[in-house]
């Protein structure tokens, strides 16, 4: 059974940081690609950062120069490094995993995964 387990979030103050992991289990070969997403009260789930079938990475322009995606192979783990934190990137943050291949910017669209995490809360105070 495929399963991917966030971990890592939590209240943070504006200007803080905090990273995001995903155990993926269950898995018979490793993903193509695996992708933060985030969706906020009353808005549509998006796509935060993004590595995709060719191991190249992507991200919302929303999250350029603050955010870091990595993945840890080895361990089934993909991370997400949160740096200079705004009110604005409060949200449920979802990860994802796909075996569709996607590439470049596909690798943050929600239409191209097919396996998701519960999701974890991240709140940032002004």
Do not use: H
Not at 39 to 64: C, F, H, L, N
Not at 65 to 82: C, E, H, P, V, W
Request: a positive charge.
């Amino acid at each position: 059974q495929v399963q991917l387990v966030e971990s890592g979030g939590g209240s943070v103050q504006a200007g803080g940081s905090l990273r995001l992991s995903c155990v993926a289990s269950g898995f018979k070969r490793n993903p193509d690609a695996m992708a933060w997403f985030r969706q906020a009260p009353g808005k549509e789930r998006e796509g935060v950062a993004g590595i995709d079938s060719w191991r190249d990475t992507v991200y919302a322009d929303s999250v350029k120069g603050r955010f870091t995606i990595s993945k840890d192979i080895a361990r089934n783990t993909l991370y997400l490094q949160m740096n200079s934190l705004k009110p604005d990137d409060t949200s449920m943050y979802y990860c994802a995993a796909t075996d569709l291949r996607p590439r470049g910017a596909a690798a943050i669209m929600e239409v191209n995964y097919n396996y998701w995490g519960q999701g974890i809360q991240v709140t940032v105070s002004a």
